[in-house]
């Protein structure tokens, strides 16, 4: 495994080896060119290494970074044990170009960069693979040389069309080049690795895994919420109805969510539950259950178990609910307080419905029982003085309670409606 100077260190490794290798001393090296001593190797991009000014240049440029196929998601041989969830590396194969610049104005210019291209792609045949001193003498700090898998490189041919497609990339006039794929290089994750403990036995009493003749699972699970009085919503106070399986046990508590809440309200349920049945009571608590979308839950201790389960999480609305507001006109504007149960937080987004027309409260910075409202008759008429309207108040999307459900048609509470003065 390796750092994140890993890619660093190819580079280093590469640029180091063709500077020794190309400008040895022929005592040194047989097999190297006196034509070529004083060669310049760098590590630029194309139309940069085209403006130096040295007289011979080897020029060593990454141009592309891939995923490596065969060792992406792959844990580290070694490195976590059956059942640890390790952090998989991130293995990179590297794409260079290797180019040649020969700046001389002998008639043999380009001769000479055919010599120095062909020593370069040379040596790099000659080293198939990065040594692990190599690596480590490049860069200071790198690690890539402990890795477990061995950096290669492999003479890569292009297509006229890549290579056209390549200069034309750079914006940089073509010269004669050889192009390297260099694998694989696996950079660590920095992420922690999750170690489980082992498992020492395989459930309770050590009896497996059990089966079934249904497809219910043997889990405490709800499947519906049910209001009082064939309603949309629930208020405080008011008794929820739930239905699922596997509700029986001991310790039973009902867990009432809300964004607005840090923690889930225990409740106890109503006496009389069932496997399949269980009621609870919206506790009359203003303060402590502020209107919009709750999730509840289940908590309990199954029958020869010891330890609990909580079970699934379905959503209900608790209705806000109000007084029948007091309206006072002054001019075009009319003036609407109300009393709220529960209380409005700050932050929750209150509006009443007058009739048809929404109207947004007045600023509320600290929790209230207490709203005011402004609605402007603009047009003129629009809200006529002994005109009646049937109000609701709506709190985080939630509306109260307007409509008789229990009515045959239903009908709209005749007691939820204002006139204006």
């Known amino acids: 495994m390796s750092n994140s100077l890993a890619i660093a260190a190819v580079t280093a490794t590469l640029r ?26 760098t590590a630029r991009p194309p139309d940069e290494a085209a403006n130096q000014s040295f007289a011979r240049q080897i020029n060593l440029f990454l141009y592309q970074a891939n995923p490596n196929a065969a060792w992406r998601n792959t844990d580290m041989p070694h490195q976590t044990r059956p059942g640890e969830n390790g952090q998989p590396p991130l293995p990179l194969t590297l794409h260079y170009l290797l180019t040649a610049y020969v700046r001389d104005n ?27 001193a190599e690596i480590q003498n ?14 290669r490189l492999t003479l890569q041919p292009l297509s ?18 050889a192009a390297y794929e260099v694998s694989v290089v696996l950079i660590e994750s920095t992420r922690v690795a999750s170690a489980p403990l082992p498992v020492l036995r395989r459930g309770q009493q050590d009896e497996g895994v059990t089966s079934q003749p249904d497809l ?26 739930l239905t699922g399986h596997h509700l029986d046990g001991t310790n039973v508590t009902m867990l009432f969510r809300h964004p607005l809440l840090d923690e889930p309200v225990p409740v106890p349920p109503a006496a009389g539950g069932t496997a399949t049945d269980l009621q609870v009571t919206i506790p009359d608590q203003p303060d402590d259950f502020p209107a919009g979308i709750y999730t509840l839950a289940v908590q309990l201790t199954r029958p020869d178990e010891t330890f609990s389960r909580i079970s699934n999480e379905l959503p209900f609305a608790l209705s806000p609910q109000m007084t029948v507001p007091t309206a006072v006109r002054s001019g075009n504007e009319i003036t609407l307080t109300l009393t709220t149960n529960p209380t409005i937080r700050p932050g ?14 007045q600023p509320h910075p600290t929790p209230t029982n207490n709203l005011t409202f402004v609605a402007v008759d603009d047009p003129p008429g629009k809200f006529a003085t002994g005109a009646s309207f049937f109000v609701r108040l709506r709190v985080d999307g939630i509306d109260s309670l307007l409509i008789d459900y229990q009515a045959q048609p239903p009908e709209f509470d005749q007691a939820q409606k204002v006139t204006l003065p």
Do not use: C
């Open 16 to 41: 180091s080896l063709l500077d020794r290798r190309i400008n040895a001393s022929p005592t040194v090296d047989p097999s190297s060119d006196p034509a070529l001593a004083g060669t310049e190797v």
């Open 106 to 132: 002998e008639e043999d210019a380009a001769f000479i960069s055919h010599r120095l291209l062909g020593r370069a792609m040379s040596i790099l045949h000659d080293h198939p693979a990065l040594g692990a």
């Open 138 to 151: 490049a860069l200071t700090g790198n690690d890539l040389h402990i890795q477990v898998e061995r950096v």
């Open 160 to 177: 006229l069309e890549e290579i056209s497609k390549m200069w034309t990339a750079f914006q940089a006039q073509y010269r004669l080049s």
């Open 216 to 241: 219910i699972p043997p889990y405490p699970t709800l499947t519906a919420v049910a209001f009082p009085n064939k309603q949309p919503s629930a208020r405080l106070n008011e008794l929820l109805t």
């Open 348 to 361: 929750q987004r209150v509006a009443l419905l007058l009739g048809a027309n929404e109207i947004a409260a």
